[in-house]
């Protein structure tokens, strides 16, 4: 039986998606990835499913990537952190192939326990890449969700409008009624 993804925020980067297996809920810290029914819910909800097995191994090695990427994210450019994102890449390689479609790419594991941890770490990488600016914690002060701002001018400020901006536009509001 696969377990539902819980989840208030979903199909965001497998990188970010990682980190937000953590959430709040009322100012209680929720985590998907307790055991391994949370990982097959998330593997399923990256499309991982069936590439990898969702069993203990992989939990434990899926947290260890989640915790690395959790430190790079918060502390950018320290030493230690990216040291910790590198040792997880290091579980893994790309292969260049060649298709009958043409040229491609093949990830490759001496441990496959290490393929979904490992997949979100390279996630990491392409967003650094392609705009490392867009990589967002949400400006709610209780969320510790993250997002890639794919918005046009590149503002956004919340994971998603309709929660953590409602409440933090509710705040404003009320703090302004509160003092007339």
Same mark, same amino acid.
């Given at each position: 039986?696969?377990?539902?993804?819980?989840?208030?925020?979903?199909?965001?980067p497998v990188?970010?998606?990682?980190?937000?297996?953590?959430?709040?809920?009322?100012?209680?810290?929720?985590?998907?990835?307790?055991?391994?029914?949370?990982?097959?819910?998330?593997?399923?909800?990256?499309?991982? /499913?069936?590439?990898?097995? $969702? #069993?203990?191994?992989?939990?434990?090695?899926?947290?260890? *990537? &989640? +915790?690395? !990427?959790?430190? @790079?994210?918060?502390?950018?450019?320290?030493?230690?952190?990216?040291?910790?994102?590198d040792?997880?890449?290091?579980?893994?390689?790309?292969?260049?192939?060649l298709?009958?479609?043409?040229?491609? /790419?093949?990830?490759?594991? $001496? #441990?496959?326990?290490?393929g979904?941890?490992?997949?979100? *770490? &390279? +996630?990491? !990488?392409?967003? @650094?890449?392609?705009?490392?600016?867009?990589?967002?914690?949400?400006?709610?002060?209780?969320?510790?969700?993250?997002?890639f701002?794919?918005?046009?001018?590149?503002?956004?400020?919340?994971?998603?409008?309709?929660?953590?901006?409602?409440?933090?536009?509710?705040?404003?509001?009320?703090?302004?009624?509160?003092?007339?």
């Amino acid at each position: 039986m696969t377990a539902t993804d819980p989840r208030p925020l979903t199909g965001e980067p497998v990188s970010l998606d990682l980190l937000n297996t953590r959430w709040n809920v009322e100012g209680v810290r929720q985590d998907l990835l307790t055991d391994v029914d949370g990982l097959t819910a998330w593997l399923t909800a990256n499309g991982l /499913e069936g590439r990898f097995a $969702a #069993d203990a191994g992989t939990l434990r090695h899926t947290l260890t *990537a &989640r +915790d690395a !990427l959790r430190a @790079l994210v918060d502390s950018p450019g320290d030493p230690a952190a990216t040291a910790r994102v590198d040792a997880v890449l290091g579980h893994g390689r790309i292969r260049a192939t060649l298709t009958t479609e043409g040229p491609g /790419e093949e990830a490759e594991f $001496a #441990d496959p326990s290490w393929g979904p941890g490992w997949t979100a *770490a &390279r +996630d990491y !990488l392409d967003l @650094l890449r392609t705009a490392p600016d867009r990589i967002r914690a949400c400006a709610h002060e209780a969320c510790i969700l993250h997002f890639f701002d794919t918005s046009r001018n590149g503002t956004r400020r919340w994971c998603s409008m309709a929660v953590c901006g409602n409440r933090a536009k509710a705040s404003r509001h009320y703090a302004r009624t509160k003092e007339s």
